[in-house]
């Protein structure tokens, strides 16, 4: 049989538009491929764009705060004449205790200085030298009374306005009227310099003292100190009532509208603001239940209310990323519900319960609000020895510099911040490794 004209024509129709609709195919996944590599693009520049603002971010940070952990101070030779160290004689802590130090670190400068005659000259002559070097003499000579009566060359801390001269954050080149240092100052500076008088060294006040007025005396100790304890005051309370809850709700409570109104209840409170919690804390813990103001453990108190809806939910995740087979398997053996839930459920969700709570107190520890409300800003100089003495925490000591119009402040607002995010460093590599740790495979 022979093909007609007719089915040829088909034949060749039907080749042209399967050839037609091949190309379409092609054009359509030519056209998706280009979509799906812009998308990949668009992906890795955002990426990009973040990390860009990130490095940014952190290095502007450890540029202003590095400078933090070096302190200048100036050597001078400090007599200290033995008859206004002791009484009758006989250097005692007594006597030391009520001798002028800060009157021998001045006739030092003077000696230094012996041109200096003015008494406004004088001032300016001794805020070369900082307030707390008098203090620093001090306990010099109560750990080595045998100084008495010698000229000691002493190591004291320079003025925060000296230190930052020596740091390059004060132009000398400007006129002296926008600058915090005469050109007196400067000039003293410059001697004390070319006499070898003056370097700087590790700043061990800003990791061993608590806060000051003065910039070259304040430190992050105790405010480093308050964190911790309320933390573990957080920790203490958040975790095994969160921990409880979760189990309860996931493995023991009824399916009712009872729960389902917990349910709800808690996952509006992991949303509610934290200066809420402050009000809370305010109003019940200091107020009716009378816990110390500016305490670390009212502050525990509120971070862990902040912190247990987080717990909760991440604690109820966990619980359901256990297999129901492991149940069953143990209900199958004869074992009740608490020691299926106890001894097979727990033990393998108890890594995600971790994680969350140790994500959950991360991020109680960088909020300031509910800190403030219950007193937590207090000016505190001395370090705290437990949850029940005053202290402040880290977010509200970067808070309390960066509100302070002294430019030495800047560093250590800086600095306060770089403690911080160890701090957050820290917690969320806890997380990491008490995952791997504990983490068990089915």
Do not use: C
Request: no cysteine; net charge neutral; charged share 20%.
């Amino acid at each position: 049989m022979t093909d007609t004209p007719m089915s040829g024509e088909r034949e060749v129709r039907r080749g042209l538009s399967r050839a037609d609709t091949m190309e379409t195919v092609r054009k359509g996944l030519r056209a998706r491929y280009a979509a799906e590599r812009r998308f990949i693009w668009y992906g890795r520049i955002s990426i990009a764009i973040a990390l860009g603002f990130l490095i940014l971010l952190v290095g502007s940070i450890l540029y202003r705060g590095t400078s933090a952990i070096t302190q200048t101070k100036i050597l001078l030779p400090v007599e200290l004449p033995l008859e206004k160290l002791s009484i009758d004689g006989e250097v005692t802590a007594e006597s030391l205790q009520k001798a002028d130090f800060g009157g021998f670190i001045k006739a030092s400068l003077r000696n230094q200085f012996p041109d200096v005659k003015k008494r406004r000259d004088r001032r300016a002559l001794y805020q070369l030298v900082s307030s707390g070097a008098t203090y620093e003499l001090r306990d010099r000579v109560i750990a080595d009374p045998s100084l008495a009566g010698q000229t000691v060359d002493v190591w004291l801390t320079a003025s925060d306005d000296i230190d930052m001269l020596d740091k390059g954050y004060i132009d000398r080149d400007i006129d002296s009227t926008g600058r915090r240092v005469s050109d007196q100052q400067i000039a003293w500076y410059d001697k004390l310099i070319a006499d070898g008088r003056l370097e700087r060294t590790f700043n061990t006040t800003f990791f061993t003292s608590g806060d000051s007025r003065e910039p070259e005396q304040a430190g992050i100790l105790g405010a480093a100190l308050g964190s911790f304890y309320t933390l573990l005051v957080t920790l203490v309370l958040a975790f095994p009532l969160g921990v409880t809850t979760a189990v309860y709700l996931e493995e023991f409570a009824p399916k009712n509208k009872w729960t389902d109104l917990i349910e709800v209840n808690i996952n509006n409170l992991a949303a509610v603001p934290s200066i809420i919690f402050g009000l809370l804390g305010l109003a019940v813990f200091l107020n009716v239940v009378g816990l110390p103001r500016s305490a670390p453990l009212a502050g525990g108190v509120v971070r862990a209310l902040m912190t247990l809806p987080t717990i909760i939910i991440a604690g109820r995740a966990a619980l359901k990323a256990v297999p129901p087979s492991i149940r069953e398997a143990a209900l199958g053996v004869g074992a009740s519900r608490l020691q299926t839930v106890t001894h097979h459920v727990l033990p393998l969700a108890m890594p995600g319960m971790l994680t969350g709570s140790i994500i959950g107190m991360a991020q109680a520890l960088g909020e300031t609000a509910p800190l403030l409300m219950i007193g937590m800003v207090a000016f505190i100089v001395d370090l705290p020895g437990g949850p029940l003495d005053p202290a402040t925490v880290l977010p509200v000591q970067v808070y309390i510099w960066a509100d302070s119009p002294e430019r030495a402040f800047v560093e250590r607002t800086s600095a306060g911040i770089i403690v911080l995010l160890l701090f957050l460093v820290v917690m969320n590599l806890s997380a990491v490794m008490l995952r791997k740790r504990f983490e068990r495979r089915w």
